[in-house]
């Protein structure tokens, strides 16, 4: 073992007197070898943004898989709070112009452990906010390559986060649970059994960052999240994503032809509420997170529901039924609603956005897009 190398561990650990995360102590630590190095791992102080950081210092943030749908909006909401150099978008894929513009981007494999490690060093990042992954239904055509890219990826992710103490976010998802689930609502700790490679990366993912947080103190965060309705991003081979296509179908063809049967209820969200859900959670003090994994929701609908929303402000909606047989499958195994009582408990977590608001705001924004676009809308 170097010498000096030394863990900040809670003095709870020893003594069960406080708070987890509120106190610590360093101690000598044995060599282990989770990839390449000994790792520094620390618990985190309730009122730091990171560890070894004035309580006053933004966070350093990377965002991993960042041109996906969630991170650039992610982004956007982080770099208002905590400035625009001090969040850096990374993916492998090369970004539009106005993400360029917008601030800090930079390539990023997760499976390059090496180069990854070398960001985190020399940006001295001290949140990582981890992306990267393969979508249900796409995971489902290329096991092998979801399974490199959601498992080894993650195990990449969660090495570098011991080795560097940083305080890591990973979402996961409706897809983590299965037909043997509770459907609902589906709570937070229950029989989970996914049958999809999504659902079973994340399911490891949950318990892995869990355990390393229980035995190493790494400072691991993870929402389930619903099905997310954006309009920035197009769908990305997500067994949800006929809840964004219907909006932009109905402003385009005024027709939409839907995968999923008429009648199939699964929880969805606005954007704008997983976006300010994450940033949050991230911002929670750790003395107050009775888990490291919560369900998070906001409503619940079926195909049918939302094109009657949609009809309220477009008549000429038609909707025909599909079904496809992967995703209906995939879509009958999940919950019908999600328990996210801890989370409104814990932390406070309310959302904004119900059916009619989603409805009201996506038709809106998809004709901005549509009409900025130089496109015509029915």
Not at 125 to 150: D, P
Not at 193 to 216: A, C, D, F, N, Q
Not at 261 to 288: G, K, N, W, Y
Request: glycine share 6%; aromatic share 8%; with cysteine.
């Amino acid at each position: 073992m170097p010498p000096g190398f030394q863990v900040c561990v809670p003095t709870a650990a020893f003594l069960g007197l406080f708070c987890r995360g509120c106190l610590s102590r360093t101690q000598s630590w044995p060599s282990r070898s989770f990839s390449s190095a000994p790792k520094q791992m620390s618990r985190w102080n309730s009122q730091e943004s990171s560890n070894s950081q004035n309580p006053q210092e933004s966070p350093r943030v990377l965002i991993t898989g960042g041109l996906g749908q969630l991170g650039v909006g992610l982004a956007q909401m982080l770099r208002k709070q905590y400035g625009r150099e001090n969040v850096i978008l990374s993916d492998i894929k090369k970004p539009p112009p106005h993400v360029v513009a917008s601030g800090p981007f930079v390539y990023a494999d997760v499976l390059d452990y090496k180069h990854l490690r070398e960001l985190i060093v020399n940006n001295r990042i001290t949140w990582l906010v981890h992306y990267s992954a393969l979508l249900s239904a796409v995971g489902e055509a290329n096991v092998a390559l979801a399974r490199k890219i959601n498992i080894t990826g993650l195990h990449n992710v969660l090495d570098l986060a011991l080795e560097n103490c940083l305080r890591l976010f990973v979402p996961s998802t409706i897809g983590a649970f299965g037909p043997s689930s509770p459907r609902d609502p589906a709570p937070d700790l229950c029989v989970q059994r996914p049958r999809t490679i999504y659902g079973v990366s994340k399911v490891h993912g949950e318990l892995m960052g869990e355990y390393l947080h229980h035995k190493y103190g790494l400072d691991f965060r993870c929402l389930r999240y619903p099905g997310v309705i954006s309009v920035n991003t197009p769908p990305g081979g997500g067994t949800t994503d006929y809840a964004v296509q219907i909006f932009h179908d109905a402003l385009n063809t005024g027709h939409h032809e839907c995968y999923l049967r008429p009648d199939t209820r699964l929880p969805m969200m606005h954007i704008s509420d997983c976006h300010r859900a994450t940033v949050e959670f991230m911002q929670t003090p750790e003395c107050q997170l009775s888990l490291r994994t919560y369900n998070i929701a906001a409503m619940s609908f079926t195909p049918e529901e939302v094109a009657q929303e949609i009809r309220k402000h477009l008549p000429h909606l038609t909707v025909t039924y599909n079904p496809d047989s992967v995703r209906q499958t995939i879509a009958d195994s999940w919950p019908v609603r999600f328990d996210d009582s801890n989370a409104r408990r814990d932390w406070g977590w309310a959302p904004a956005f119900g059916i009619e608001e989603l409805v009201s705001d996506m038709l809106r924004s998809v004709r901005d897009k549509r009409t900025n676009e130089g496109f015509s809308v029915s």
